[in-house]
């Protein structure tokens, strides 16, 4: 499904939370729903956003919520778009995940609920909050900052 389309069905949607995962599974491709719906994991240096430097709003990709300013993103060198601050506290809410035997805390997006990555702290990289928010590309989509709405 074409970014577009996609964006048509999430727009016309009265509220993304209601949505039914049989519901989710018509909108999403199988990988985004693995990624967004049962928080799977992108593979590492594979995702289209890990590298892109275009200014610009990440939205999350099931519902078209704003989350993450690309003047937050930076290089972690560990293959996933990070950032160090959401847009604001609001747009996202954390989970305690102790999956594979790690401690980490879940990002998922307040408005729909999908699964973004996870957040990691103290990692020395020197970002104003000393925070990576390490993301799937799959689970962003990148409004340009020239396009509409941006």
């Excluded at 996933?80 to 990002?107: C, H, N, Q």
Aim: net charge negative.
């Amino acid at each position: 499904m074409s970014e577009e389309s996609l964006n048509e069905k999430t727009a016309s949607a009265p509220d993304a939370s209601a949505r039914t995962e049989v519901q989710w599974q018509e909108i999403l491709t199988p990988e985004e729903f693995h990624v967004l719906r049962q928080a799977g994991t992108e593979r590492p240096f594979t995702g289209e956003y890990w590298d892109t430097n275009t200014e610009g709003v990440y939205s999350c990709r099931a519902c078209g919520a704003e989350l993450f300013a690309s003047t937050t993103k930076f290089d972690a060198g560990c293959g996933w778009p990070s950032f160090y601050a959401p847009l604001a506290e609001d747009r996202v809410r954390y989970i305690s995940d102790e999956t594979l035997g790690m401690k980490r805390v879940e990002v998922r997006c307040a408005n729909c609920d999908s699964h973004m990555g996870h957040v990691f702290e103290g990692e020395g990289f020197g970002t104003p909050t000393d925070l990576r928010y390490c993301m799937n590309s799959l689970s962003l989509s990148l409004r340009g900052a020239g396009e509409a709405g941006a």
